[in-house]
C-alpha cells in the first residue's frame, strides 16, 4: 500500500520519510533515532543543576546568593545595607584613580585597587551620579524643569541626551529623578480650568 504525496515529501524535504497511511504502524528506524535524540537533548538530567536547587540550600547560604545578585543590581552607588555602604577612603581611592587614568579602566580599578570588592558598574556609578566633581547640585531652575519637560516630550527617556543638552552640569541619573519629581507633582495637581 502507498500514500498519496510520497514522492512530494521526498522532494521537499529530502528524506526518505514515508508519510503514514491511515491504519500504519511501520516507523521509520531514522524517526526513532531522531525522537530518542530529541528527547535525550531535553531530559530531565540534562535540565537539572549541578548544585542544590535554592528551596534545598538552608536558610544562611539561600540569603547570601541572593543578596549578592540584588545588591549589585539595584542602586550600586547608594547600597542600604551598612556593610556595604561606601566608606570616604575608598571615595578617595576612586578620585585618585580618575585623576591618573580617567573616567574608565573600572574593570582594572576593580580588579586592582578594590580587590573585587566593588564591580565595575558600582565603581562606575559611584564616579558618575555621586563623586563627580562636574555634577552640579545647584537647585533646579524654572527655566530649567520647563526645558526638560520639553526636551522629554521630544526625546523621550533618552536620559544622557537631555542632560547634554540641559548643557547645566547635571548628570542623567539626576535628570531622571528631577523629571519623575515633576511627573508626579503634575499628576498630583488638579488640571487648570
Not at 521509520?28 to 540550600?57: C, F, G, Q, Y
Not at 578594590?114 to 537647585?139: E, G, H, M
Not at 520639553?150 to 548628570?171: F, H, K, M, P, T
Request: one cysteine or more.
Amino acid at each position: 500500500q502507498k500514500c498519496a504525496g510520497t514522492s512530494d515529501l521526498k522532494r521537499r524535504f529530502g528524506s526518505s520519510k514515508k508519510r503514514r497511511c491511515k491504519g500504519d504502524t511501520r516507523v521509520n528506524a531514522m524517526e526513532k533515532d531522531a525522537e530518542r535524540a530529541t528527547l535525550e537533548r531535553v531530559s530531565i538530567k540534562n535540565l537539572v543543576w549541578d548544585e542544590p536547587a535554592p528551596l534545598e540550600l538552608d536558610s544562611a547560604e539561600f540569603e547570601r546568593r541572593t543578596e549578592v545578585r540584588s545588591s549589585q543590581t539595584l542602586m550600586p552607588s547608594r547600597p542600604k545595607k551598612p556593610e556595604d555602604r561606601w566608606l570616604s577612603a575608598e571615595d578617595d581611592l576612586l578620585r585618585a584613580w580618575v585623576t591618573r587614568h580617567g573616567a574608565r579602566k573600572w574593570g582594572e580599578l576593580s580588579r586592582t585597587e578594590f580587590r573585587s570588592k566593588r564591580t565595575p558598574s558600582q565603581l562606575r556609578a559611584r564616579y558618575v551620579d555621586v563623586i563627580d566633581s562636574r555634577r552640579s547640585l545647584a537647585s533646579w531652575s524654572a527655566e530649567e524643569d520647563s526645558l526638560l519637560w520639553a526636551l522629554q516630550q521630544e526625546l523621550g527617556n533618552a536620559w544622557a541626551e537631555i542632560a547634554r543638552r540641559l548643557d547645566s552640569g547635571r548628570v542623567p541619573n539626576d535628570v531622571k529623578s528631577r523629571y519623575r519629581l515633576l511627573a508626579r507633582r503634575a499628576s498630583r495637581s488638579p488640571p487648570a480650568e
